[in-house]
């Protein structure tokens, strides 16, 4: 089947943080049916090499990297790393999360900083370093996971750290759009709903909350972002950085 031309990926280079399972997989083979080579980067040796293989039977190359986005100095490895397979980053989509479900008033500081390393200080070193590759090339893409729990604070779990850390990425994303902008790096980030995967499937008792304030009534699936994720990484999206787009079946609307 011919890709649109605005949605082809034919020859490009892109790297997925958290691309072992959940929205990072379903990015990945989304990259890859659009053409794009695909790095997938995830501390889950097992579940990112069989990402890796999926990839691969779509025709394209693909490479596990294993490090941890926290770590600067494991970042900066990750690149290398990349750029050693790949020799060039043009698409970078900074994905990987946690959650902790804690009440603040108890909260450690230990789970407010893990959180918090993870979700934001996470997205700014994985996106500065693919920003360095891409400033120097006065050309790329980066995509971050927001949610829209940077928008709306969401009921009923508690979650102070998480709500924070993505509020944090959506204002992140729109800094670097316009510091960036002068060297054609794009910018954007996606804030997704309730997405049926392994951190929101395993939260049984909340579900049905979660069903039942969704205009849709049902939570989404990874797979119903990965249009928009297409969409941001090509050429048709040219005109578009600093943005976020919610994809919440509504929840947000409410």
């Not at 490895?77 to 009440?103: H, Q, S, W, Y």
């Not at 450690?108 to 900083?113: D, I, L, T, V």
């Not at 939260?203 to 119903?224: D, F, H, S």
Request: overall charge neutral; hydrophobic content about 45%.
């Amino acid at each position: 089947m011919k890709t649109l031309k605005s949605f082809d990926l034919t020859g490009r280079k892109a790297f997925i943080t958290g691309g072992a399972k959940g929205i990072g997989r379903s990015a990945a083979l989304a990259f890859a049916e659009a053409g794009a080579d695909v790095a997938i980067v995830d501390m889950d040796t097992e579940s990112a090499e069989t990402t890796v293989k999926e990839v691969k039977a779509l025709g394209v190359r693909s490479v596990y990297v294993k490090a941890d986005i926290t770590d600067p100095y494991d970042v900066d490895r990750m690149m290398e790393k990349i750029l050693a397979e790949f020799k060039t980053v043009d698409i970078a989509f900074n994905n990987a999360g946690i959650c902790v479900n804690e009440k603040a008033e108890v909260m450690s500081y230990e789970n407010w900083k893990r959180v918090i390393d993870v979700n934001l200080n996470g997205v700014f070193l994985t996106a500065r370093a693919a920003g360095r590759v891409m400033i120097k090339n006065r050309k790329g893409c980066i995509i971050n996971t927001a949610s829209m729990s940077g928008h709306v604070v969401n009921v009923p779990q508690p979650q102070s750290a998480y709500n924070a850390s993505k509020a944090g990425v959506i204002l992140l994303t729109k800094s670097l759009a316009v510091e960036w902008a002068p060297y054609n790096v794009r910018v954007n980030c996606i804030s997704p709903g309730y997405i049926g995967t392994k951190m929101t499937l395993s939260a049984t008792q909340w579900i049905p909350a979660w069903e039942a304030l969704t205009p849709v009534k049902r939570m989404g699936r990874p797979e119903e972002l990965t249009a928009a994720l297409v969409y941001l990484a090509g050429d048709g999206a040219s005109f578009t950085t600093g943005s976020d787009i919610v994809i919440d079946g509504a929840y947000s609307c409410v």
